[in-house]
C-alpha cells in the first residue's frame, strides 16, 4: 500500500461544512494544496471552484461538505487577477513554465498604442486558451496531449473581458489587471497583446485577487493554516471558514416559515409567492440557508439544490 494512501486511512475524517477563502502558493497544483488543507481540516468532504496554474497564487475558494454543491456556481463567477509578462518572448504555454518558442525584439510604442492594444482584447472576444490547459478532447485533458507532442488544435471560445490594463511598466515588462468572466485564459490575453504589440509576451507571474462574491477576500496560506492549527487546534481553523450562505451572497434572498423550509428541503413545491421569477437563497427561519431555489413565472417557489448543515 503506498504511503501516502496509508497515511490518509489513519485520518478521523469529520464531517464539516463552510468555505475555507485559501491563499494558493505558487509552484503547487490547486488539488495537491486542496488535498493538504483538507488532510489539514480533516474535512470528509471537500473541493475548490476552479484550477489556478501551479506558476499562479491567489485566491482559491475551498469548499467543504455542504457547501461543494455550489463549487459549480463559484467555478462560473467572474474573477480578478494582477499578472505580469515579459514582452519579446513567447512560450508553448503561455507562462514562464513552458518552453520557449521565440524571442524576438520589442519596438517602441507608447502609452496610447498600448492602450490600443489592450482595447482589443475587452469586451466579449474571441479566445484561443492555451494548449497547455485543462480543457479537454476525447475525455483526455490537452496538456497530457500536447507533452506527447501530438499536434494540439483549440477552436476559439467567447469570453467576457470587464477591465484589462496596464497598471505599471518597467522596459519589456508590464503589469497588468484583468476582471473577467469564467473561461478567460489571462495566459491567453497576454500571448495576444504580445501579438499586437508585435514581439510575442508570456506570463511571469499571476495572482487571482477575487473571486465573486469574495471580491474583498480575507486568505489564509497554508503556512499560516498550520499556524492556527499549531496554536488553537480544529476550534481556531473552524472559526475560519465562512458559512455556506456566503457563496451566495450574490443571490436575493426568501426567508421561509420553518413549515415551508422543511417542504422545500425535501423538494415539494410552494406556491403563491410574491416575488420576482428568478433565482434566490431560500432560508429558514434562523437565516440558515435551505436551498437555491428559484421562483417560476407562476409564482411556485421550487428547490434547485437542497441543504443540510446541521
Keep these: 500500500m503506498p504511503r501516502e494512501r496509508s497515511r490518509s486511512a489513519r485520518i478521523a475524517w469529520r464531517r464539516l461544512n463552510g468555505i475555507l477563502l485559501l491563499d494558493k ?11 493538504q488543507v483538507r488532510r489539514l481540516f480533516r474535512a ?10 501551479p506558476l499562479a497564487t491567489g485566491l482559491l475558494p475551498i469548499c467543504f461538505g455542504e457547501a461543494t454543491k455550489i463549487a459549480g456556481l463559484l467555478l462560473g463567477a467572474d474573477k480578478a487577477y494582477e499578472t505580469e509578462c515579459l514582452l519579446g518572448v513567447t512560450t508553448d504555454s503561455c507562462d514562464a513554465d513552458g518552453t520557449v518558442l521565440e524571442r524576438r525584439p520589442v519596438p517602441a510604442f507608447d502609452e496610447a498604442a498600448l492602450e490600443a492594444a489592450l482595447a482589443t482584447l475587452r469586451g466579449r472576444i474571441g479566445q484561443v486558451p492555451p494548449i497547455y490547459s485543462a480543457l479537454k478532447r476525447g475525455g ?20 467576457d473581458v470587464a477591465r484589462f490594463e496596464c497598471i505599471a511598466r518597467d522596459a519589456d515588462r508590464l503589469r497588468l489587471i484583468v476582471e473577467c468572466g469564467s473561461g478567460t485564459y489571462v495566459r491567453s490575453l497576454v500571448r495576444d497583446l504580445g501579438e499586437r504589440l508585435g514581439c510575442g509576451a508570456h506570463v511571469t507571474s499571476l495572482r487571482r485577487l477575487w473571486a465573486a462574491p469574495f471580491r474583498s477576500p480575507r486568505m489564509y496560506t497554508p503556512e499560516q493554516l498550520g499556524a492556527v492549527a499549531d496554536a488553537g487546534g480544529e476550534a481556531a481553523l473552524d472559526a475560519l471558514l465562512l458559512p455556506l450562505e456566503s457563496g451566495l451572497a ?42 437555491l431555489a428559484e421562483v417560476d413565472r407562476h409564482g411556485a417557489l421550487r428547490c434547485l439544490r437542497g441543504f443540510v448543515c446541521d
Excluded: F, M, W
Excluded at 502558493?25 to 488535498?35: F, I, K, R
Excluded at 470528509?44 to 496554474?53: A, P, Q
Design 44 to 53: 470528509e468532504k471537500g473541493g475548490h471552484t476552479g484550477s489556478l496554474d
Design 140 to 159: 483526455e485533458p490537452l496538456y497530457r496531449i500536447a507533452r506527447r507532442g501530438e499536434a494540439v488544435e483549440v477552436a476559439p471560445r467567447a469570453v
Design 250 to 291: 450574490d443571490h436575493p434572498r426568501i426567508a421561509l416559515e420553518r413549515e415551508d423550509a422543511s417542504r422545500l428541503a425535501s423538494g415539494q413545491v410552494i406556491a403563491g409567492r410574491a416575488e420576482a421569477a428568478g433565482r434566490y437563497l431560500a432560508c429558514g427561519p434562523e437565516g440558515r440557508a435551505v436551498a
Design 25 to 35: 502558493p505558487s509552484g503547487a497544483s490547486s488539488n495537491a494544496v486542496l488535498q
